[in-house]
């Protein structure tokens, strides 16, 4: 309103005093007052009371004539035309009076309002108003700038600086409902039921549709995708509040530049970035500083995947680095193009914005692993101890059963003699419960949501307590004068060395190969080398075993298969397994599995035997391709089954019609109930049947029926 009066004063000032648009003359001043000022004081004017105008007019013969007569003169002074400079200069003056008073009372009332929106629609209606249409002609002739724009001179300033104003005010709102928000979330019990949440299954973890599955707008939707990330309900919750404040914040500032210049445009965005850095930075500072709750794993977890998740579940805070300008996005409405005012004015990235945004989420990283860093300390405090006393009571509980080994010699007169040896075949009972537990307790935290640095951080707590537990044994009188123990901690070391200390940990390999030595020294040299071989075998069968229970702890998977040689292979090209299988690893292939193979009917080679049309009344269903083709099958009306063995992988199937005679059991029992099954029905084809067992055998084992051609 003040903008539409303050052009209609000025048009106002140029028609009164310059030009009304009636001017006989070009270029001449003869504004609309002047002109009405002369028609008022001139000699042929009409007397002035005539102006009045009456219902009575009788009233005008009834006044004297001085009365009657009567017109205005004007001092000599006034009698020339206004110059227009000086016009000009009082045009000019009007304008800094108003621009003193823009500065002082206008600024109070732009202060007042509370929202971008409405500096918006403020901004629209100022953009709505139009100017005359000679503009440019009456701020030039009035000594203004030409086509001056005084929304621009005098609005925009203010209207931008309140925008910023409530960008940074807003995001300290922002900052503080969601600390708020965190520290409510913290005072409550600590929930141990994160692990159960993590593996339960729900149906609403699957999305119902391929639109839902392919959608990347919300992550916080992804119901799946939580669980792994081991994100509560809550967690999420709060996590998507604090991204509906910001994207109620980046919504009003793209509507705000959806009408804007470019350079409106760039000021306010760099600003809107800059507070989104420093809102970050406070927002982790609040959490840094945060008090209320008590400290436990499962808070300062919570807080360190609470910051990971800011930048992983908010897209709307890439989005303030980062615009996607494409219609396609979650607000790329606002952003896009097509929607502003003047295409120069669209919003670009800059190549300071991928900088930014990568700062803000290494910010986030960091102080998420400063958090994990003070959870490591209270885990460690967690840890079982370990008993440092040694004596007879430890040979008798504490060590598993030793392996025999049976040594073959020659005596002097060259005779066989056989000799028997014990050697540790696994870790101590001590430290595996110790490893145990370790693992137990870190299967709690959900392991998989933890970062790898992390990891290797407890590894190396891990492994320095365990050498220093090693070291007070290896200090103690009854180790030193028994050697069974010694070589009971031997293999524990060698074991802890294989499976936690990686090639780059040089001043720990050092520490393990010292006190290895250490504890070597109290083995007699001769028998020690007997050992030796036996006990390298079983360092790395352990490792073996137990790799798989204590697979959270292992750090370098590559390393340790490369050392243990989990890729050698016995006779046939398959890995050897001890013969009693009490482990199956979690996920193997084809190629490496000797337990549990395929079956025949599996072959993909299933071919019919040549020699024997497919419509005779007898055909041979050969399974592998490599048995004896040569060998004949005679063909009868019943069926019959040779004698089989178990293992052979050739099974024959002879289809003739139906007889009155029992089917000889002369074979296994496998073929008979084949051959039984084939005589009970009618009388069908050879490759009729191979069909059926193909689809048969699909629907078995769930693969495809042209698995079993």
């Known amino acids: ?114 929202s971008i929106k409405t500096l918006h629609d403020i901004k629209t209606q100022a953009y709505a108003i139009e100017k005359p249409s000679n503009w440019t002609t009456i701020t030039g002739r009035l000594g203004l700038e030409e086509g001056i724009d005084f929304y621009v001179t005098f609005y ?33 019990p600590p929930s141990t039921e994160l692990k159960a949440f993590v593996w339960r299954e729900s149906l609403e973890d699957v999305p119902l549709n391929l639109q839902a599955a ?60 800059e507070c989104c850095v420093e809102g970050v930075a406070e927002l982790v500072t609040t959490i840094k500083s945060a ?34 300008t494409t219609a ?23 190549e300071e914005d991928p900088e930014r945004w990568a700062k803000v989420s290494g910010l986030l990283e960091e102080e998420s692993l400063r958090f994990w860093n003070v959870w490591v300390e209270r885990f460690h ?57 370790v693992c137990d307790l870190l299967n709690e935290a ?57 090639r780059e940990q040089k001043q720990l390999s050092e520490q393990f190969t010292q006190l290895t030595a250490r504890f070597k020294s109290y083995v007699d040299p001769f028998d020690f080398d007997v050992f030796y071989a036996h006990l390298n075998t079983n360092v790395k069968r352990s490792v073996g075993k137990l790799q798989h229970f204590l697979g959270v702890l292992v750090c370098q998977p590559e390393q340790l298969s490369t050392l243990v040689g989990g890729t050698a292979t016995g006779q046939g090209g398959k890995v050897s397994f001890d013969k009693n299988a009490n482990i199956l690893a979690l996920s193997s292939n084809s190629m490496n599995v000797a337990w549990f193979p395929l079956l025949p ?3 993909k080679d299933l071919t019919v035997s040549s020699g024997v049309p497919l419509g005779s009344d007898s055909a041979t269903l050969v399974v592998d391709p490599k048995a004896d083709q040569s060998k004949k099958w005679p063909s009868s009306k019943t069926e019959s089954a040779g004698a089989t063995d178990q293992r052979s992988n050739t099974a024959t199937v002879s289809a003739g019609k139906q007889s009155n005679k029992e089917a000889s059991t002369t074979g296994g029992i496998s073929a008979t109930a084949a051959a039984a099954s084939a005589a009970a029905g009618p009388s069908t084809s050879s490759a009729a049947t191979a069909q059926n067992y193909a689809k048969g055998a699909a629907a078995f084992f769930g693969l495809d029926k042209d698995w079993f051609r």
């Open 446 to 502: 959900i392991p998989q949501t933890i970062p790898r640095a992390i990891v290797s951080r407890i590894v190396e707590l891990l492994t320095l307590d365990l050498w220093r537990y090693y070291e007070q044994l290896a200090a103690d009188e009854f180790t030193v004068q028994n050697q069974s123990i010694a070589l009971q901690y031997y293999l524990d070391l060698r074991f802890l060395q294989l499976m936690f200390v990686g």
């Open 1 to 114: 309103a003040s903008l539409r009066v303050l052009i209609g004063t000025v048009r106002l000032f140029y028609e009164c005093f310059l030009d009304d648009g009636l001017a006989e003359g070009q270029g001449t001043v003869d504004g609309g007052f002047q002109r009405e000022l002369h028609q008022i004081t001139d000699d042929q004017a009409v007397p002035t009371i005539e102006l009045i105008r009456s219902e009575d007019p009788m009233i005008l013969q009834m006044v004297p004539e001085v009365i009657s007569k009567f017109r205005p003169r004007l001092q000599p002074s006034f009698t020339a035309e206004l110059a227009e400079s000086e016009i000009r200069r009082s045009a000019s003056g009007f304008i800094q009076s108003i621009e003193a008073a823009i500065s002082e009372r206008l600024r109070r009332l732009v202060s007042l309002v509370p």
């Open 156 to 188: 925009q300033r203010l209207i931008n600086d309140r925008v910023q104003y409530i960008i940074k005010a807003s995001w300290s709102e922002t900052v503080r409902q969601t600390a708020a928000d965190l520290l409510q979330l913290l005072q409550q």
């Open 601 to 603: 009917i599996v072959s």
């Open 328 to 350: 396609s996005s979650s607000i790329g409405s606002v952003w896009c193009p097509g929607t502003r005012k003047e295409a120069a004015a669209a919003i670009t990235v800059s």
């Open 381 to 437: 405090e967690s840890w079982p101890p370990l008993s440092v006393e040694v004596g007879f009571g430890t040979l008798l509980n504490d060590f598993p059963s030793w392996e025999t080994v049976t040594i073959e010699e020659n005596d002097e007169n060259n005779q066989p003699i056989q000799s028997t040896i014990r050697v540790p075949s696994l870790p101590s009972i001590p430290l595996q419960r110790f490893l145990h537990h």
């Open 214 to 273: 392919l959608e990347r707008s919300n992550p916080a939707a992804r119901k799946l995708l939580m669980k792994a990330r081991a994100y509560p309900p809550a967690f999420v919750t709060l996590l998507n509040a604090f991204n509906e404040r910001v994207l109620a914040l980046v919504r009003d500032v793209a509507s705000f530049l959806a009408t804007s210049t470019r350079t409106e445009v760039d000021d306010v965005l760099a600003f809107f970035r």
């Open 291 to 324: 008090a209320g709750y008590e400290p436990t794993v499962e808070r300062y977890a919570l807080l360190a995947r609470f910051l990971v998740a800011i930048a992983e579940l908010c897209p709307a805070l890439r989005e303030c680095f980062l615009p996607n």
